[in-house]
């Protein structure tokens, strides 16, 4: 009875071990293919005892399906316990699947069928992707650079691409890349307007029939910058007479020919090299009046701009020009030629309705002075050349209408009338030598005095003595009146010297200020004070607070240095002040003179100053962010102290480091 039970299970196991001996196996896909690629499968198959139906081997994504081998009566190829094992290759190309290749994309997966067995593998992606990297070599460009572009470009299925890369944008560019790197270097146009632009990126793949089976594109982006390009000048006429006025604009253009902001400086130079300097924003106009002196011939206007200049030039004519007056209170006339050139005409007098013709002759800059007469009486006197030059009412004396040139007299050339009575003062003492036998005898200031100019280089009586006797060799400016400059702005910085010094402290002090830049400052030496002026045409720039705090910080820390170090101590204040002065260049001395309270203020506050540095109200205003300072206000005048003031070289170079590191982040 136990083993007609057993019977059952013994058939059950005998007829699952036959139907587990039909078997397929499918070896397993690569993760992602690209269209193009070769799908490799290796297929082993143990047929079932009963091999009925059809054989199939299929490709199956998710819009559509392939069929890539496919036996249609399978009993005829495979029969029992008889093992076979296939190795199929595919091209996922049209030309091999009879289909196109759009529909064949995205999530797929290998189906085997032999009857009613079915085996498949697991899910893989076939795509047309390609990987793209592209890098600039930097973020911005001026316009007409080269750009250099690298690309290293792998398609999904991890392989290098070889194929094609097409750029396109403001530059144009096709090329093979082999093994998925290419370097392309691309010239910007010159004339490209500042803006951010993008280069579009195509990389792709072709098939044997030279269609595209696999591709993808990119966007990379990029700035041009704005460049400053040119500064075209206009000038309201080409040609002009001495004392007239002309108009001067000038613009500062782009690469594009757009306007941009910013101060231009003009250079107006005479033909003998004689400068004048105007200051315009860009895109405005200005005046420049030609003295009625100045030099006939070319002139040339120039306009800088940092590195940017352009030059044009204008003809100024010849021209005689008359300046007439009468002395007061008198009837002598005085006429100057204060033209370029020569006068040499007829000039009418009319003295009430009687007119007087006389032949003038003046050269440039010479004056002469006329008597009139006439009957005792006042008269309506009129001077004229070619148009009415002078008309007043005068007091006249004298016998007939008449016009006579005034007689020279030593007293109207007061230099020679000196220079002769030097001459006879010491034909005198010459002769006294020579005829008197006596000694000299110098009474004893005189002689004390002498003994100090002998023992200059050993006489520690201080400064007063040194600044009489020794010019300073560093000294390259001038206070003086100057009738032809030009007014500019300024920094004026004020060195006082509060106390006398000996001969080697003052060889110390001069020690220090040889180091400075004498080609940017000028150096006036006076009693107990030395004078730094930063003018712009010294510096080549209009804003000189910021370069002249650094240099008084300088000579403070130079200062205090050598107080430390030499038992003879100097007691000094140092004052800045911004303003106006009217300046002129002669042979590299500058002469200038003070407007406003420009140069009082600078002293005044040396003299406040303590071994500090004290800076106006003005400059404080122009270093708002550069300097650290304390505000202080004495006896009515607000004035601050430096402490120090930030280095804009430094700071750039740590600004671009940050920046860097944040790029490389």
């Not at 082993?44 to 559509?64: A, M, Q, R």
């Not at 000048?233 to 690469?255: C, M, R, Y």
């Not at 006339?333 to 007087?356: A, C, H, R, W, Y």
Request: proline share 3%; charged share 30%; hydrophobic share 35%.
């Amino acid at each position: 009875m136990k083993n007609i039970k057993l019977i059952p299970i013994f058939l059950l196991i005998v007829i699952s071990l036959c139907l587990s001996s039909a078997s397929i196996e499918i070896s397993e896909p690569n993760q992602v293919y690209n269209l193009g690629d070769e799908i490799n499968t290796k297929l082993t198959i143990t047929p079932p005892e009963k091999v009925e139906g059809v054989f199939e081997f299929s490709l199956i994504c998710e819009n559509d399906f392939v069929s890539l081998y496919k036996i249609t009566s399978a009993s005829s190829s495979f029969s029992k316990d008889k093992k076979v094992t296939l190795t199929l290759k595919n091209s996922l190309d049209e030309n091999s699947l009879n289909k196109p290749l759009e529909s064949l994309q995205g999530d797929c997966y290998l189906q085997v069928k032999l009857g009613d067995i079915i085996s498949r593998t697991s899910t893989f992606k076939i795509t047309k992707k390609i990987d793209i990297q592209a890098k600039l070599d930097k973020e911005s460009y001026n316009p007409g650079e080269t750009i250099n572009l690298n690309i290293d470009s792998t398609k999904a299925n991890q392989k290098k691409l070889n194929g094609f890369i097409e750029i396109s944008g403001i530059v144009e560019s096709e090329k093979a890349i082999s093994n998925g790197k290419l370097s392309e270097n691309l010239v910007l146009p010159k004339n490209l307007e500042p803006d951010n632009y993008n280069l579009q990126i195509k990389a792709y793949e072709k098939d044997s029939n030279g269609n595209i089976i696999n591709e993808d594109e990119v966007i990379i982006s990029f700035k041009i910058n704005q460049v400053p390009t040119s500064i075209p000048i206009t000038i309201s006429k080409l040609e002009s007479n001495p004392g007239e006025k002309i108009e001067i604009g000038a613009e500062i253009l782009d690469q594009s020919n757009k306007k941009i902001d910013g101060l231009i400086n003009i250079e107006i130079t005479s033909p003998s090299g004689e400068k004048n300097f105007l200051n315009i924003n860009s895109g405005e106009l200005s005046e420049f009046e030609f003295p009625t002196n100045a030099l006939a011939g070319n002139w040339k206007i120039k306009a800088n701009y940092g590195k940017l200049s352009e030059e044009r030039k204008i003809k100024l004519n010849k021209k005689a020009i008359l300046d007439i007056s009468f002395i007061e209170d008198s009837s002598i006339v005085k006429i100057k030629n204060i033209g370029n050139t020569e006068f040499s005409d007829i000039v009418q007098l009319k003295i009430s309705e009687n007119p007087i013709e006389f032949n003038l002759n003046l050269k440039p800059n010479q004056e002469k002075k006329f008597i009139i007469s006439a009957p005792n009486g006042e008269y309506d006197v009129r001077i004229t050349g070619e148009k009415n030059l002078l008309e007043q009412r005068v007091l006249l004396t004298g016998n007939t209408i008449s016009i006579r040139e005034a007689k020279a007299k030593v007293t109207d050339y007061p230099i020679i009338l000196i220079t002769i009575i030097l001459l006879i003062i010491l034909l005198g003492i010459v002769l006294f030598f020579r005829f008197s036998k006596k000694e000299f005898n110098l009474n004893k200031k005189v002689k004390t005095r002498l003994n100090k100019i002998k023992n200059l280089k050993s006489d520690d009586s201080g400064r007063k003595i040194l600044s009489e006797y020794k010019k300073n060799p560093l000294a390259n400016a001038e206070s003086s009146l100057v009738i032809k400059g030009i007014k500019e702005p300024t920094t004026i910085i004020s060195l006082n010297i509060k106390n006398k010094l000996s001969i080697n402290s003052k060889e110390r002090l001069n020690g220090i200020l040889s180091k400075l830049n004498r080609k940017e400052i000028a150096i006036e030496f006076k009693e107990n004070e030395v004078i730094l002026i930063l003018s712009p045409r010294k510096t080549k720039n209009f804003r000189n607070e910021y370069r002249a705090v650094k240099i008084a910080l300088d000579l403070e820390k130079q200062l205090i240095e050598h107080n430390r170090k030499f038992n003879e101590k100097i007691n000094f204040g140092i004052g800045i002040n911004s303003g106006d002065i009217i300046a002129s260049l002669e042979k590299e001395k500058l002469k200038y003179t003070g407007t406003d309270n420009t140069i009082p203020i600078s002293k005044k506050l040396s003299n406040l100053s303590n071994k500090d540095v004290l800076i106006s109200e003005k400059v404080k205003n122009k270093l708002l962010r550069e300097a650290k300072t304390e505000k202080i206000e004495r006896d009515g005048i607000v004035y601050y102290k430096v402490f120090n003031i930030l280095e804009k070289q430094k700071n750039q170079e740590k600004l671009k480091d940050l920046l860097k590191r944040t790029h490389l982040d």
